[in-house]
């Protein structure tokens, strides 16, 4: 590489690390900048989403509402109405948890004035287009800076990589983002906003809260993918994984849906297999589905045999990695998104007897609430008890765990928290990939020199170079495909591969290959 | 056998296989490892990935600090000055002495220095221990160093370079030979490492030794001075001219060293109830082409895993096994199994196939025209351990291996194989019976051609 162009490379990279940075910047700022005004047609459309015997208290409860407020203010004021309604009312007999939050979004959204709901397509240029745009002319120099490979250089130095400031300070916005959208998105409708212009394209409406998180999540797996695929450009392998779990997610789980609701279809994300998809048996979505006339019918069926054929049949020829780290939603951000925090999971054996423990007793809570679900579904015995199992599911796993830690974590604790320690689905293809699988990472021979980049940057936790350095295959139900341990040895030691299952358990340690002489464990 | 006192000097791969080893065969011995290093075993072959920031040395350690206490393997902080073999005991720098029923020397290497003017001066280093590492973080600290010089082109420079290239600090890396390694790596394999090297922005400089080092006014390095009188401005002059065993504190000892600790072939020294293992052992009859003393990690955990057996009462004869190596110079990995010398020897044939974009590249040697396989060596492509020696130990004809060679390949899945070219090269050599390729990568293929053989 010619020393010549690299300070103008230099240059390059540096004006876009600060383009992203005043696009992240507004992106912050942004939901400050209107106002919140609750009139005749606010009240209408978020009255809707409350019982009618609490709406007129309710609308009474709101003092001033055609007063200006800020976001804070107007949310705060908000929640005061609903705590003075039900502070009047016994308790069950007031507006319940879900109303409410529904209501705030409704009442927020019809009730926001300002300049980011006049020209939605302005803020999203200067936000995340602005974003975008800087994090890829930052990513891009480096086709030309320096020749392919692992450049893993100065990453425990880095403050972001390495659990410094700037990498708290990012895990605590990750975290709090995910507090605003599930429990708080009242306070986000100018982030939401930003969403619009692309809503508009797609579907011919404005964004709701679910669009606007499912659009930002493709536009991470998008940039970051083509980092990922600029930073691993010399291995076929992850180019065509990243090209597969990037195509999964801008196309199953986002495009087809919404095309699929533009179209006023049944919608669902094809690719999304139960337990993971918890919701899937849930009786608003059969009934949505049986009601969709053959299409639904379709689509009802192919999540059963998804997820009781499909994904495991194929993990039992390919190992859990096909669905966890080539087609997955969670594991497409994990892998892009979260990939310059891999080297933050725990490798310690207490680590992974913590998430034996864990990964388990989540996948037989999924199992028992969708059982209770189900039993209820068909036989209405249930009254409403099964309800509360839902309900605590879908806050504990479904919101806390997979969102909130599973994505607020990457970078504290490494970037697979929920595929490793959560995940009812990754918990049941690890069984099939542990017992009935042609899937295994083969070990060279005596080539180890136990160096550990493969345990560092293993974003399961797994100590590969335990197995590696007794010449042993590594076969973990944890284990996601992804491959790096493979790219990181110096020594070309590690192969994922499929093939007969004969020998796969090798307890034969090959450090004496050639000898003659069998060692013993 | 009763529990003996079983002392390790040495807690690098040599010395703790010999430990793990013995415990594994079901030893009730006490054993403990001395090492003036380190706390804990750390993966030598990785401390440049401490200083490149890839890992933490916490990283590089192969086993949890627990595991020490579990498999009640004894740990010891000390340096051993002296040995007295006639009272079975060790003296360490603390002054006290520790007694031994059995003894293991596995002390490693100490790096080489030839005796230049000024290579004790302070910017003055080389690259082989914990202690080393940190000194060269001293030595290249907040900006200091502006040039660095490399001198010694074997594997340790290229780390060296690398490692210091991480840092933003350019390196002029001399190289006394010809070309890179040129006397153990056939030329194009040399000049593949040395573009490569070049590619990296190293300034490398064949044909060039170092006269003496030259001090500033501060007494730390100033400059280098070659043989042909370049000064080359420097603030950091890395010693990477090899290493030998570390043995100097057995002198008068009554253990018997060369150049390094002198073993059989069970890896006993002349003293009964003492071992060497690794770095420091100097093996008195070598097998034929291989040398007395090899430096190397699979060497030292492949000798301490005999030594192990031979304390576990299970005689053990050291077998070094068909010779493999691997290492990766910047992004351009490398690996041989067999012999594949600079130049193929008497009535031996060389084939080799380079990629056009210069970066990868395969060869086989073997006895011609159709003779026993020798070695393959290969870069930027991974070949299978297991497949190689199996087929090096068989001694299988180079026209059977080129028809199976597909199965030979270990690169990651959905990489191009190449190996239909090399075959072409044969084919070329060799036209009056072309030789087909028959097999692919992968285990499928594997089992097929153990199936059919």
């Known amino acids: ?521 | 056998m009763s529990a003996r006192k079983i002392l390790i000097i040495g807690n690098g791969v040599a010395g703790v296989t010999a430990a793990r080893t013995l415990r594994r065969l079901g030893s009730k011995d006490e054993i403990t490892l001395i090492s003036a290093e380190t706390d804990h075993f750390f993966s030598r072959t990785a401390l440049m990935y401490i200083y490149m920031g890839h890992m933490r040395y916490e990283n590089t350690k192969p086993y949890e600090d627990g595991f020490w206490d579990e498999h009640r393997i004894g740990r010891l902080r000390a340096r051993v000055t002296r040995v007295d073999t006639g009272a079975k005991q060790l003296h360490l720098d603390s002054g006290a002495t520790m007694p031994y029923d059995a003894l293991v020397v596995a002390s490693g290497s100490k790096s080489n220095k030839f005796g230049w003017p000024g290579q004790d001066l302070p910017g003055v280093q080389a690259l082989y221990s914990y202690q080393d590492l940190e000194l060269l973080e001293a030595n290249t600290a907040s900006g200091r160093v502006r040039r660095a010089v490399v001198v010694g082109g074997g594997l340790i420079g290229v780390e060296l370079t690398e490692m210091l290239l991480t840092r933003g600090i350019p390196v002029t890396f001399l190289v006394r030979e010809p070309g890179w390694m040129s006397f153990a790596y056939p030329p194009e394999e040399s000049a593949m490492i040395a573009r490569h090297l070049r590619e990296h922005g190293v300034d490398l400089r064949f044909g060039t030794e170092m006269e003496r080092i030259e001090a500033g006014p501060d007494g730390r390095a100033r400059a280098v001075v070659t043989k042909s009188g370049e000064e080359i401005p420097c603030e950091l002059v890395g010693l990477t001219v090899g290493v030998g065993p570390n043995v100097d504190f057995l002198k008068d000892s009554g253990i018997e060293t060369n150049r390094g600790v002198l073993v059989d072939e069970h890896l006993r020294t002349n003293l009964p109830d003492v071992y060497a293992a690794g770095d420091c052992a100097e093996v008195r009859q070598a097998r034929p082409g291989r040398r007395p003393v090899e430096p190397l990690w699979y060497v030292g955990r492949r000798m301490g895993e005999t030594v192990g057996y031979n304390l576990a009462g299970k005689p053990t004869v050291y077998e070094p096994g068909t010779w493999f190596n691997s290492a990766k110079f910047f992004d351009l990995e490398w690996q041989v199994y067999g012999q594949v010398p600079a130049q193929p020897g008497e009535g031996e044939e060389s084939i080799y196939w380079e990629h056009p974009a210069g970066k990868l590249g395969l060869r086989l040697n073997y006895r011609g025209p159709d003779g026993p396989v020798l070695g393959f060596q290969v870069m930027g492509i991974r070949y299978r351990h297991e497949v190689c020696q199996e087929w090096l130990e068989a001694g299988r004809p180079i026209r059977w291996v080129l028809e199976n060679l597909g199965v030979a390949n270990f690169d990651p899945e959905f990489y191009r194989q190449y190996e239909h070219e090399l075959v072409a090269v044969y084919n070329r050599r060799h036209p009056e019976s072309p030789v087909t390729l028959k097999r692919k990568r992968g285990l499928a293929g594997l089992s097929a051609l153990r199936r059919a053989s």
């Not at chain 1, 916005?173 to 906003?193: A, C, D, H, N």
């Not at chain 1, 388990?360 to 209770?372: C, D, R, W, Y």
Request: one cysteine or more.
């Open chain 1, 1 to 521: 590489m010619s020393h010549g162009s690299s300070s103008a490379l230099r240059t390059l990279q540096l004006a876009g690390l600060g383009l992203f940075l005043l696009g992240f910047g507004l992106f912050l700022i942004v939901p400050f900048f209107d106002y919140y005004v609750a009139d005749d047609a606010a009240w209408s459309v978020a009255l809707e989403k409350i019982k009618p015997e609490h709406r007129d208290a309710l609308r009474g409860a709101f003092s001033n509402p055609t007063d200006p407020r800020s976001v804070v203010a107007f949310g705060l004021a908000a929640n005061r109405a609903v705590a003075a309604v039900n502070a009047g009312l016994p308790a069950g007999a007031g507006i319940a948890g879900y109303e409410t939050k529904e209501f705030r979004l409704a009442l927020a959204t019809a009730a926001e004035r300002g300049p980011v709901v006049r020209s939605p397509g302005l803020w999203a240029a200067l936000t995340w287009g602005l974003a975008c745009f800087g994090a890829l002319l930052f990513f891009l120099p480096r086709l030309r800076q320096e020749p392919p490979g692992i450049k893993n250089h100065r990453i425990f130095f880095d403050p972001v990589k390495s659990r410094g400031a700037i990498g708290i300070a990012l895990g605590a916005f990750l975290i709090g983002f995910y507090i605003l959208l599930y429990f708080r998105p009242e306070f986000i409708t100018g982030w939401i906003r930003l969403a619009d212009p692309v809503a508009q394209l797609l579907k011919g409406k404005t964004a709701d809260r679910w669009f606007f998180y499912g659009f930002l999540y493709c536009l991470a797996v998008l940039v970051m993918g083509i980092r990922f695929a600029i930073n691993y450009r010399h291995s076929r392998y992850q180019l065509v994984r990243t090209a597969s779990v990037t195509f999964f997610q801008l196309g199953f789980a986002f495009l087809i849906p919404n095309v699929l609701e533009a179209l006023n279809k049944p919608s669902m994300d094809l690719k999304n297999a139960w337990p993971l998809n918890y919701t899937f048996f849930y009786d608003w979505n059969l009934n949505g589905l049986k009601s969709g006339g053959t299409f639904g019918w379709v689509l009802l069926w192919w999540g059963v045999a998804l997820s009781f054929l499909v994904v495991p049949a194929f993990a039992a020829f390919f190992g859990k990695r096909w669905y966890c780290s080539w087609v997955c939603g969670c594991g497409g951000l994990a892998e892009t998104l979260g990939d310059p925090f891999r080297q933050q999971s725990d490798k310690s054996k207490r680590a992974w007897k913590i998430e034996r423990w864990v990964i388990h007793s989540v996948l037989v809570f999924a199992v028992v609430m969708t059982g209770l679900t189900l039993w209820n579904y068909h036989t209405g015995g249930f009254g409403n008890s099964y309800w509360k199992w839902q309900e605590w599911y879908g806050f504990a796993i479904g919101s806390i765990f997979a969102g909130v830690v599973g994505t607020g974590f990457y970078p504290l604790m490494g970037n697979r928290m929920w595929c490793r320690f959560g995940c009812p689905l990754a918990a049941i293809l690890g069984m099939v990939q542990k017992y009935k699988s042609r899937f295994r990472i083969t070990t060279n021979g005596g080539q180890c020199i136990s160096c550990g980049n493969c345990s560092t940057y293993c974003e399961m936790g797994i100590d590969v170079r335990w197995y590696a350095q007794r010449g042993q295959n590594i076969i973990r139900s944890s284990c996601v495909g992804c491959g790096i341990c493979s790219q990181v040895c110096p020594r070309g030691v590690l192969r994922l591969e499929n093939g007969p299952t004969a020998g796969r358990y090798n307890e034969v340690s090959l450090v004496q290959i050639g000898s003659g002489r069998i060692d013993v464990r």
